[in-house]
């Protein structure tokens, strides 16, 4: 039951407040989202940014609204460059196998793919053309080195975004690193000139109209919007961190050039946080989603975790949330599975049906105010609870159930955590890394317990049915405690016996 289209208030950075999302000037919302800098594995603060990407792309979708969605991949850059050196690698030979990996967890975590996923390398000339322009109007300055910068004393508007008051910016006091001090105002790099490495070793560049050399960070994503975008879209979204210096630079460039606004709307996933701290990698408190995996942790469980605070609100990892979590998903999954079952009396509970209908509304509404996915799953649970105790006191309606099951379909196009994957992904990720030479980094029980195939479990679980049917039901009990101790739940039901992985 899809209560009426809603429309979706979404908080705007650029405005500070909270205004209707719709696409202007094309039938389909063009939004971009800036992508990974696959220089090592993403960990989960990373995928927490991605994964509210993904409700805000699923939700206005399933409101009737088609996106073009364009995820850049950053291929190249200050620490993609040095860790490729230090590898004694090519760049692209260096990244594929973390891009490669990225589009695998993307995949594990049921993140749906952009229309588009360009990478930077592939878009050098848009970004020198870009530079140009800018160039033209002196915007854009070439220093001694052959390096370019941006002029940020031209473009008055800096600071509209991260709402930085920068008085008396310093007419060409530059910066030539991506990443920069969060209060600095200051002509930042275009267009690096080639440099040598630590070994004497030329640092990669292209032979351009600029100079040899490599872009900058913020000119890759500017460029790629404009090139797929135009010069004005609709959304813009990115981690919180990426305001500044990042898309504030992105804005300069874009708006400069083009004369026209950039983005309209700005979206900003604030951060996962361990103990306080934001995850990430220099402070060294990240988990990769792979590192979970192997603790035994669920891709759907993980999944959900992140989901579970809304977008605009930190949140703190902890292992007790994940079992949570991992608890959540086994209770929607076997009332999913009990719904789907029927054998419920004819026509309908009406007190159910208002829990229904009430949790259908409830759940489109929360997400229309700014995706709250909290509220809205909270809705779903209340739904769950209402139907679950119906269905005890055997009052629960065949009805019900087709309404109930509508719903779990419209939930389940946004938070998509209903199907179970979890066992094979878990195999995947332990097959990967046993490949990798990490194989003892997974917990003894999960190798134990992976290590048994479906079709094992399977003539395990018959040979018990039959045991039973025989009357051995010592031998029927040996399998029941064996099949335990692998992690392996089993349910008798009426239509037969069905078995999960725990
Ligand atoms: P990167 O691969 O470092 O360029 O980051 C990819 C995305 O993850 C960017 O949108 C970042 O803003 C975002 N991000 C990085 N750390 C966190 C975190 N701890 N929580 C949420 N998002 C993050
Ligand atoms: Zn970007």
């Known amino acids: 039951?899809?209560?009426?289209?809603?429309?979706?208030?979404?908080?705007?950075?650029?405005?500070?407040?909270?205004?209707?999302?719709?696409?202007?000037?094309?039938?389909?919302?063009?939004?971009?989202?800036?992508?990974?800098?696959?220089?090592?594995?993403?960990?989960?603060?990373?995928?927490?940014?991605?994964?509210?990407?993904?409700?805000?792309?699923?939700?206005?979708?399933?409101?009737?609204?088609?996106?073009?969605?364009?995820?850049?991949?950053?291929?190249?850059?200050?620490?993609?460059?040095?860790?490729?050196?230090?590898?004694?690698?090519?760049?692209?030979?260096?990244?594929?196998?973390?891009?490669?990996a990225f589009f695998e967890d993307m995949d594990s975590l049921g993140i749906e793919r952009p229309e588009h996923l360009p990478r930077a390398t592939e878009h050098i000339p848009e970004m020198v053309t870009l530079i140009e322009r800018?160039?033209?109007?002196?915007?854009?300055?070439?220093?001694?080195?052959?390096?370019?910068?941006?002029?940020?004393?031209?473009?008055?508007?800096?600071?509209?975004?991260?709402?930085?008051?920068?008085?008396?910016?310093?007419?060409?006091?530059?910066?030539?690193?991506?990443?920069?001090?969060?209060?600095?105002?200051?002509?930042?790099?275009?267009?690096?000139?080639?440099?040598?490495?630590?070994?004497?070793?030329?640092?990669?560049?292209?032979?351009?109209?600029?100079?040899?050399?490599?872009?900058?960070?913020?000119?890759?994503?500017?460029?790629?919007?404009?090139?797929?975008?135009?010069?004005?879209?609709?959304?813009?979204?990115?981690?919180?961190?990426?305001?500044?210096?990042?898309?504030?630079?992105?804005?300069?460039?874009?708006?400069?050039?083009?004369?026209?606004?950039?983005?309209?709307?700005?979206?900003?996933?604030?951060?996962?946080?361990?103990?306080?701290?934001?995850?990430?990698?220099?402070?060294?408190n990240f988990y990769t989603l792979r590192d979970l995996l192997l603790k035994g942790h669920r891709a759907s469980a993980i999944r959900y975790l992140l989901l579970s605070v809304p977008y605009r609100h930190q949140m703190n990892f902890t292992f007790e949330a994940l079992s949570a979590a991992t608890n959540a998903i086994d209770r929607l999954r076997t009332f999913h599975a009990r719904i789907l079952r029927g054998g419920f009396v004819a026509g309908a509970n009406e007190a159910v049906r208002a829990a229904t209908a009430k949790a259908a509304a409830e759940f489109t509404a929360a997400l229309a105010n700014d995706l709250n996915t909290a509220e809205a799953a909270a809705a779903i649970s209340e739904m769950v609870r209402a139907a679950n105790s119906s269905a005890d006191a055997g009052t629960l309606g065949a009805e019900n159930a087709d309404e109930i099951l509508r719903v779990l379909t419209t939930f389940d196009g946004v938070f998509a955590v209903l199907v179970d994957r979890d066992a094979e992904l878990t195999k995947a990720a332990l097959v990967w890394a046993q490949a990798e030479g990490r194989g003892d980094e997974a917990s003894a029980e999960l190798v134990a317990r992976m290590g048994q195939s479906d079709a094992e479990i399977d003539a395990l679980v018959a040979e018990r049915t039959q045991a039973k049917k025989t009357r051995n039901f010592a031998r029927a009990d040996a399998i029941r405690v064996e099949l335990t101790a692998k992690g392996i739940v089993i349910e008798d039901a009426k239509d037969g016996v069905r078995w999960k992985r725990k």
């Open 134 to 284: 800018l160039a033209a109007k002196d915007i854009a300055y070439r220093t001694e080195d052959g390096s370019w910068y941006f002029r940020i004393a031209r473009f008055p508007d800096y600071g509209k975004l991260s709402k930085k008051d920068f008085d008396g910016i310093e007419d060409g006091a530059r910066v030539d690193v991506d990443e920069y001090e969060k209060d600095a105002a200051r002509d930042f790099a275009l267009w690096k000139a080639v440099k040598t490495g630590p070994d004497g070793v030329p640092e990669p560049s292209w032979q351009t109209a600029l100079g040899a050399g490599r872009p900058g960070w913020h000119i890759e994503c500017s460029a790629m919007a404009t090139s797929l975008l135009g010069e004005s879209f609709d959304l813009h979204a990115g981690g919180e961190d990426l305001m500044f210096p990042h898309h504030e630079n992105e804005i300069a460039q874009s708006e400069s050039a083009s004369g026209h606004t950039f983005a309209r709307h700005w979206m900003h996933v604030r951060f996962l946080l361990v103990e306080g701290k934001k995850m990430s990698k220099s402070e060294g």
């Open 1 to 100: 039951m899809v209560s009426a289209v809603a429309s979706l208030e979404l908080f705007n950075t650029l405005s500070g407040k909270l205004e209707t999302l719709e696409p202007v000037g094309a039938p389909a919302l063009r939004m971009y989202a800036c992508g990974p800098t696959v220089y090592d594995y993403g960990h989960i603060g990373n995928f927490r940014t991605f994964l509210h990407v993904d409700v805000l792309r699923r939700f206005l979708r399933q409101q009737g609204m088609a996106v073009e969605h364009v995820m850049n991949v950053t291929d190249v850059d200050d620490k993609i460059i040095r860790n490729a050196l230090a590898a004694g690698k090519g760049i692209s030979d260096y990244t594929a196998r973390y891009e490669k």
